[in-house]
């Protein structure tokens, strides 16, 4: 009898232990048919998402209105026959939707901004996207600012989450700092051609983006004040430039003392600052704004406010630069936070106009940048160095140039 439950045992063993190695091995099958529709899923929204918008800001740019035409007339197109038949969304259907929508506008400011400075150095690049010198407006000259208010719209403080003390606010910070010391060595290091009249001798992006975010912190005021303090903080700074700031920022001259070196760079916070605040305001109010259950807004209104905002931005911006003072990212003065705002928020409006067709979900490549916004900007400077250092952009055939952004972009 004992050598009949030893026997047993042994045999259930067995039988376990081939359970478990058959359980293992179809976690792993599984894992792999994941990983496969991942890629798959992947390289297609790259080829109908990233592919398209590459092609329309190089060698097809001259069809960039026809395109951008077509593209709104299938829009509209779609709206009308849909309309009839798809119920507007409502309750938490409408916040889902909300989320998808900004996270589409995110990573498209993120896409369009990598892609142009990887693509700036090429032939190809038409000049008139490039950013301007002191005054005028490109594509390019949008993107800075479109960073900075994509993240204000969406940050803690437009959800009005607890205020963090100075140690948690220096670590937020820490990552930008660093991000911004390590492009400033590598730029030294490699002795890589930077363009002083943009920021400076020693400032770049990261420094500009990292003292927003101290700023912000430091001013712990409720969100709905924010859109206040933001107009104070861009009207001061524009009387400043008014007064004579905007002829010593945009003359060549510098002195050994580090404000003259990054007089650029230092000075623009303020209009940065003043952006971001702004855009607190505006995402606490229209996105995030604490409403009961019954006072719930539907997508409908929240597509309203928006569009009041994009039109009322456009009149601002056409106003300041026409009364005030040209529009001018160099400095980023009050026109071109003006400018800033329109415009996105009028590609957010568009964007919304996807609540009509159903079906309608984030892409995976959506996720992949969503979650990456800052690692996306960084890889994509870090790739632009690489190409210029071992690549002869400015002799590179259309061929070749598009060759090397597709490689490097993919």
Known sequence: ??????????????VNSEAAASKKDDDA?????????????????????????????????EWAYI???????????????????????KGEQHLSSLRTTISSYRVLVVLI?????LAVDFRIFPRRYAKTETYGTSLMDLGVGSFVLANALVSRKARNSTSMNWIAMLKSASPLILLGFGRLISTSTVDYQV?????????????TLAAVSLLSSLFDIHPKYCGILGFLVLIGYQVCLVYGLNIYLISNERTAHIISQNKEGLFSIFGYWGMYLIGVCLGYYILFGNYSAKEARSIQSIRASVLIVTVLFWILSIASDKYVERVSRRMCNLAYVMLVI?????????????????????????????????????LANVLTGLVNLYVDTLSASSVTSIGVLDETNY
């Not at 035409?69 to 119920?87: E, G, Q, W």
């Not at 363009?195 to 420094?207: D, I, L, P, Q, S």
């Open 1 to 14: 009898m004992m050598a009949t439950t030893l026997h047993d045992n042994v045999s259930l063993g067995k």
């Open 29 to 61: 099958a599984s894992r792999h048919r994941d990983f496969r529709s991942y890629a798959v899923s992947l390289t297609v929204d790259y080829l109908f998402v990233v592919l398209p918008v590459l092609l329309i800001l190089t060698v097809l740019a």
């Open 67 to 89: 395109f951008t035409f077509l593209l709104i007339l299938l829009l509209f197109i779609c709206v009308t026959v849909k309309r009839s038949s798809y119920p507007y969304f």
């Open 113 to 117: 901004t990598c892609l142009s400075i």
């Open 195 to 207: 363009h002083v009249g943009e920021y400076g001798v020693h400032w770049n992006f990261f420094f």
């Open 342 to 378: 329109a415009q996105n928020f009028q590609v957010l409006s568009v964007l919304m106009l996807s609540d009509f067709i159903p079906g309608h979900k984030p892409l995976v490549l959506e996720e992949a940048f969503n979650y990456n916004l800052l690692g996306s900007f960084l």
